[in-house]
């Protein structure tokens, strides 16, 4: 079946440096991919929405000159996070949907990357 | 806004168990609410349910819709260890391609 795939899963960085988190759609193609955080004991966040050839949309509160999305092709969605300070250590997930089976039915099933774990020092 | 509140937020029971988890939520244009389970890395899917009173299953687990009263409950029977997770509710709103929205999740521990 349809696979997303995230990399890294896990990264360690020194506070001020930037770190890129790729986000891909292994076998079918995504227009929009989903990037989401999740801070320890709390849910899932949406923080923004990666649109392919187009400008990220972004939650409020969430800084977009601080986390940089790019969505250059159909398969790959990369979020950057700049200049990265301890409380951006977080878990970072990205999803995105297969809209070939979401064409004709209700809803299409929305796949999740393995997450990435940032840690920032 | 929308809205999921997940309840309780955390809970700990003894194998055998059985254990009821809620989950209400407040979205316009409801399209479909899902459960994942989430243990140390990205969710995985356990049910999508789009229609009231059909209850879906799956071995120990099943769920069940209530679009008039706005809630789904998902409820594991003779629970093991191995169930010991957070599970998600999350909502889809609207058509087409858009994102979730998550409940906080409860955290199940089971233990023996």
Same mark, same amino acid.
């Given at each position: 079946?349809?696979?997303? &795939?995230?990399?890294?899963?896990?990264?360690? =960085? +020194? &506070?001020?440096? %930037?770190? +890129?988190?790729? =986000? *891909? &759609? #292994?076998?079918?193609?995504?227009?929009?991919?989903?990037?989401?955080?999740?801070?320890?004991?709390? %849910?899932?966040?949406?923080?923004?929405? %990666?649109?392919?050839?187009?400008?990220?949309?972004?939650?409020?509160?969430?800084?977009?000159?601080?986390?940089?999305?790019?969505?250059?092709?159909?398969?790959?969605?990369?979020?950057?996070?700049?200049?990265?300070?301890?409380?951006?250590? @977080?878990?970072?997930?990205?999803?995105? *949907?297969?809209?070939?089976?979401?064409?004709?039915?209700?809803?299409?099933?929305?796949?999740?990357?393995?997450? &990435?774990?940032?840690?920032?020092? | 806004?929308?809205?999921?509140?997940?309840?309780?937020?955390?809970?700990?029971?003894?194998?055998?168990?059985?254990?009821? #988890? $809620? =989950?209400?939520?407040?979205?316009?244009?409801? *399209? %479909? #609410?899902?459960?994942?389970?989430?243990?140390?890395?990205?969710?995985?899917?356990?049910?999508?349910?789009?229609?009231?009173?059909?209850? !879906?299953?799956?071995? *120990?687990?099943?769920?069940?819709?209530?679009?008039?009263?706005?809630?789904?409950?998902?409820?594991?029977?003779?629970?093991?260890?191995?169930? @010991?997770?957070?599970?998600? =509710?999350?909502?889809?709103?609207?058509?087409? $391609?858009?994102? #979730?929205?998550?409940? !906080?999740?409860?955290?199940?521990?089971?233990?023996?």
């Amino acid at each position: 079946g349809a696979v997303v &795939s995230q990399h890294p899963s896990r990264v360690i =960085c +020194k &506070s001020g440096t %930037s770190v +890129k988190i790729e =986000c *891909r &759609s #292994l076998d079918f193609q995504a227009t929009t991919m989903f990037w989401y955080r999740q801070f320890p004991k709390q %849910s899932l966040m949406l923080m923004a929405t %990666s649109n392919e050839g187009s400008k990220a949309t972004y939650e409020q509160g969430v800084e977009k000159d601080k986390f940089l999305i790019n969505h250059a092709s159909l398969t790959l969605s990369t979020l950057t996070v700049t200049s990265a300070h301890p409380e951006d250590s @977080s878990f970072y997930i990205c999803s995105a *949907r297969d809209l070939q089976k979401l064409a004709g039915t209700r809803t299409g099933e929305l796949f999740f990357g393995e997450g &990435s774990r940032l840690t920032v020092l | 806004e929308d809205k999921v509140v997940q309840s309780p937020l955390s809970l700990v029971v003894h194998e055998g168990d059985t254990v009821t #988890l $809620n =989950c209400s939520y407040e979205v316009t244009n409801f *399209r %479909s #609410l899902l459960w994942y389970k989430q243990e140390k890395k990205a969710p995985t899917f356990l049910f999508m349910l789009t229609s009231s009173g059909i209850e !879906k299953k799956s071995g *120990r687990l099943s769920s069940i819709l209530d679009k008039k009263e706005l809630f789904s409950i998902l409820n594991i029977t003779a629970t093991q260890t191995g169930d @010991s997770a957070i599970y998600l =509710c999350a909502v889809e709103a609207h058509s087409g $391609n858009t994102p #979730l929205v998550f409940g !906080k999740g409860t955290r199940l521990s089971v233990i023996a």
